[in-house]
């Protein structure tokens, strides 16, 4: 297995233009992308990105739904457009939304479907399973021209293995943050501080039919904070969104994670030290090492016999994830992943999934968690080899099916160093499984276990033989250390708080 | 979750009769079942089962295939009918063919599509993947009444899939032996001793234009020598036979011996004492207890302490296993399962896929069958109940899922403990995933990891707590227990030879 020299887009032309922002051109391996810039400046340009819209519904008030529907309302705060949230009857989660300002007495807190047929923008941040379920009675809703808003490519890819289709005469975008909805509202916070401070967004425009898509969309994004905001296709982000999760984003970091912790205790350690030579390594000093110099930092920083040990591990690794990453793909891309997540659905019912936060390394996680005040750890050189040859095997696979630059970077490494991972680090990485969006949620619980095998029973082995000279320098040359540090220009100077 | 009381089956009446061999009611939970006890007393029946069928041809040199040829024209050797090997242009499995008689001189070799225009019982029996690619060509040549013999559903999984449908006018029937090739064979040669040795089979008739399908399909069965016989149809068939080797048969028992060498390894054994409390525990005494008084006994032959461990393993593994178990069961049903082994082969190519037998606790095996002249090893408590748990979360699963009691205890324990296990235990179970058919090493490999996890993560850590008393009163009471001794009447004494 060889890895991919560079990426050329085959989903879009990642060139557009804006009547209303200033564009930037982000130089990256092999092409130019259209990227703009986002900040708190660009907030007076916003009514005119919004044009023809007056009222914002955002149906859902999950941790997309919660986080976009706050910062949307506080970034047009001096504008006469208004942000109303849209609720099933009976949602619990009406009294929150209530306790944020959202009410029902000011006109911003009301039934799905009322505010569906109110809004100009209806954005549609309701749970995947609920979206499969309802979204013809709320496309029936939608009055002439409403534009239909989504933060992921889940929908198309439901409607794409029924046979349907978004209802004719209405805009379609989408603009995805690349973190958890979470950090989306607490970086937005930190902005008022820090300009530029959020999480970066991709946008797609699928549905165009009076030319005001793109703005539209490009103010969403400036709306939500986002530093920079780059373009794909709905198809594209689905893809790698779903891939994304399965793999090094959550399913591949809990099996690097449990099968380095079984690797160090059988090896001799006691399981404060296992935890932190496994979990807490690649949630702490790898994804900030990452996250600040990038991934052949991580290499750098060792010593030769660390080298050794990050080579042999690297090597070992690549292949076999990278045969996994491109099975997740196929999948993801046939439909077969997001039928069993269908299946799942009908098969629980409202069965409460089981959770996966009992086995025993997780017992140890806050005693690790005391210890950080009395000292800093180090990067551990196998546990790195493995994680940055999962991510590279990830990056790689995403270049090879075509995908740009950008939604690479952010899909694969980004959001992973810069959201997660730091979210991770201050709860854990079982945890988090158990607590993200159902659909990531039983993608983890699939393929996680698939990657802790690989590890287990194919990588680790093989990382007894030296290591493929060849495979090194493809990494050591590699065009993503290009990409990620162009990437990185537009990161703002803070990190997220996960307080 | 509660287990199932008992089952009905959904699929078909399990009652036929015969023109030619004398069948048997056989008495099990809820129902009665027809069934034919076989053996080589039989033999002078088979040209009345076989009329209209001068010519056999079967497709394909597999494991099944080269069992199947052998026995056939072994067991057909006093009658004018013949055997015909059919394979591929250039096939690497010419020489072997050879070597045992089937030649191009004698008439019984020769390409496929000339070898199933020739006959009129066409077996197909070549690899999951070429039947996908190649099943039209062989429709076209057949000549007019030819019937399709299969010894799996999975073509009608594949025809259904891609809307496709046998071709009309042509008897179409399966019999399923429920063990590998090499068992069919060697139990056959056993028989010669022991009139009735050999592996159950299943059969079913799918489409039968001229009323003689049901004693051709006996009649195979007999010829390959199955100690019974019972009917099932090709959808029930296809569905317990992917499920079971995804799960208890191949899949589940993986799982179970990673998770458990490791357990044992991180609670202070040495390696040999881990394989052997894991692995050589599975395939060696608890095989060997459920093969001969069943599965009830492998609890009862402990002591109250045994027992109290056996309870909570099995209390804490029941439920997590039969969430798996119907996972698998819903995918293969939908057809997503299917789609992901024909993804992966497109994926793959000519590749050969990697191999996991290289995880640490197969380095021992070897150590340990050495050892076994020396001891006898005792059941180890927690072992069994994890394997029983297991086995019955997917006998209840089957059940639930209306199938017959014979294909639940053939498909779920007798295949298992009389069969695979003993194969295992020869080898050892990652050799066997490593060696087995596309299709069942690919779902091993997919659903494997899935238990391993669901062990180490769910059942492991419940196992700590109070055994279910009402779990295990419905263990206690299970139907499975008179459904697996009725077929055990037909056991006959000999064991499979692995030598």
Avoid at 257 to 282: F, M, Q, W
Avoid at 283 to 311: M, N, Q
Wanted: net charge negative; aromatic share 8%.
């Amino acid at each position: 297995m060889t890895q991919t020299a560079h990426s050329q887009s085959t989903f879009s032309e990642t060139a557009y233009t804006s009547r209303v922002f200033p564009l930037e051109t982000m130089t990256v391996p092999g092409c130019d992308e259209t990227i703009l810039r986002g900040g708190r400046h660009l907030f007076p340009l916003l009514p005119d990105a919004f044009v023809g819209v007056r009222r914002i519904g955002v149906l859902g008030w999950g941790p997309q739904g919660r986080a976009q529907a706050r910062n949307l309302r506080d970034s047009l705060a001096d504008t006469d457009i208004t942000v109303a949230v849209g609720l099933r009857p009976g949602s619990a989660s009406a009294a929150d939304a209530r306790a944020h300002g959202f009410t029902e007495e000011n006109g911003t807190l009301g039934d799905w479907l009322a505010v569906a047929a109110d809004s100009d923008l209806v954005i549609l941040l309701i749970a995947d399973a609920a979206l499969a379920a309802h979204h013809q009675e709320i496309f029936a809703a939608l009055k002439p021209g409403a534009v239909i808003g989504l933060s992921h490519g889940f929908l198309l890819g439901h409607l794409r293995a029924h046979g349907g289709d978004f209802p004719p005469g209405h805009g379609v975008i989408a603009v995805c943050p690349k973190g958890m909805g979470d950090s989306v509202r607490r970086l937005y916070e930190q902005g008022a501080q820090i300009n530029g401070a959020g999480i970066n967004s991709s946008f797609a425009v699928h549905a165009d039919p009076d030319g005001r898509a793109t703005d539209l969309a490009l103010g969403w994004s400036v709306a939500l904070g986002s530093p920079y905001t780059f373009r794909t296709t709905l198809e594209s982000e689905y893809r790698s969104d779903i891939v994304g999760e399965r793999a090094i984003l959550l399913g591949a970091v809990h099996g690097i994670v449990e099968s380095l912790y079984t690797r160090y205790r059988l090896a001799g350690d006691d399981p404060v030290t296992a935890y932190e030579k496994s979990c807490e390594n690649v949630t702490g000093p790898i994804a900030h090492t990452i996250s600040r110099v990038g991934l052949r930092a991580v290499r750098e920083g060792l010593d030769a016999a660390g080298r050794e040990v990050f080579d042999r591990a690297y090597c070992a690794t690549y292949g076999p994830t990278r045969e996994l990453v491109a099975e997740i793909y196929d999948e993801v891309a046939d439909g077969t992943e997001l039928r069993s997540v269908i299946l799942a659905e009908r098969r629980l019912g409202t069965r409460p999934m089981s959770e996966i936060g009992g086995s025993p390394m997780w017992a140890v996680g806050a005693e690790v968690r005391a210890r950080r005040v009395s000292r800093e750890l180090q990067v551990e050189p196998f546990t790195a080899g493995v994680f940055v040859a999962t991510m590279t095997a990830q990056v790689d696979e995403f270049a090879e099916r075509g995908h740009p630059w950008s939604e690479i970077v952010n899909e694969s490494i980004i959001e992973a160093v810069d959201s997660l991972l730091p979210y991770m680090h201050a709860r854990d990485v079982a945890y988090m499984v158990d607590n993200c969006s159902r659909t990531a949620r039983l993608g983890a619980r699939r393929w996680g276990p698939r990657f802790q095998s690989a590890y287990e029973q194919i990588a680790y082995p093989a990382s007894e033989l030296p290591a493929d000279e060849e495979l090194l320098r493809e990494f050591d040359t590699h065009p993503v250390h290009e990409a990620l540090s162009c990437a990185a220009k537009l990161r703002p100077s803070v990190d997220i708080s996960v307080a």
